[in-house]
């Protein structure tokens, strides 16, 4: 069945450090792929999404490629801010508009330090 | 996009009772999806609830134990039936809007088993 893998955590950068949160999936035909984050005591945001081959979703500084080659999916950012502790969710949906199930991966906690 | 607010936010029940969560979406939606997140763990969809039909239950989960009313199409109702310290997790509630390609989240309501 259709899977998402997410690379494991807590992921400790000091501000302005590069970051990359790598993500794979598993499914037949064309998913839809998401980033999702949950920041301390909030509820879950979509951060970015891309929705076919070689589309690039950006949002917040941060950027994911959807790789069809590689079935992958990560989650970038050139300079992480403190406020960016969160922890992130790749996810994918078969199927075209919203009436798909989302199937999550396991979620990467990042916690940025000043 | 669209606001979903859910009721109650947390709550601490005791071993064999039931709680009903209710989620609340300002404007009218077609499908509402129910998902779980245990302590620590990703995001597990229960059922999709569409209105004026009966809930789609993922495999793993059970009407007699997650019983859902979706009684018109701002507003779904998730039971939680006959609890045991193992159903303690954050249930979120979820919607797609057409010609959306996103699903939103509400804030979650966390219950803890006693």
């Known amino acids: 069945g259709d899977s998402v893998t997410q690379m494991e955590g807590p992921v400790t950068l000091s501000e302005e450090a590069f970051l990359t949160i790598n993500c794979t999936y598993t499914?037949?035909?064309?998913?839809?792929l998401f980033w999702y984050v949950q920041y301390p005591g909030e509820g879950l945001q979509l951060l970015l999404k891309?929705?076919?081959?070689?589309d690039k979703g950006s949002n917040k500084g941060f950027e994911a490629t959807y790789r069809k080659e590689t079935t992958s999916f990560h989650l970038e950012k050139g300079s992480v801010q403190v406020s960016d502790s969160a922890v992130y969710f790749c996810?994918?949906?078969?199927?075209?508009?919203?009436?798909?199930?989302?199937?999550f991966g396991q979620g990467t906690t990042l916690q940025v330090k000043p | 996009s669209a606001v979903i607010s859910q009721k109650p936010s947390r709550d601490i029940c005791q071993r064999g009772t039931s709680l009903t969560i209710q989620c609340q979406v300002d404007s009218q939606v077609t499908m509402m999806f129910w998902y779980r997140q245990q302590p620590g763990q990703s995001l597990t969809l229960i059922a999709t609830?569409?209105?004026?039909?009966?809930?789609?239950?993922e495999s793993g989960f059970v009407i007699d134990k997650f019983p859902i009313s979706r009684p018109n199409l701002t507003f779904s109702t998730l039971t939680v039936s006959n609890m045991s310290p193992e159903d303690s997790s954050i249930y979120l509630c979820?919607?797609?809007?057409?010609?959306?390609?996103?699903?939103?989240f509400g804030p979650g309501t966390r219950l803890t088993v006693l």
């Open positions: 609830a569409n209105q004026g039909s009966e809930a789609t239950y």
């Open positions: 891309a929705t076919k081959a070689d």
């Open positions: 979820s919607v797609g809007l057409a010609g959306n390609n996103e699903q939103f």
């Open positions: 996810a994918l949906r078969r199927g075209s508009g919203n009436t798909g199930k989302l199937i």
């Open positions: 499914a037949t035909g064309y998913p839809s």
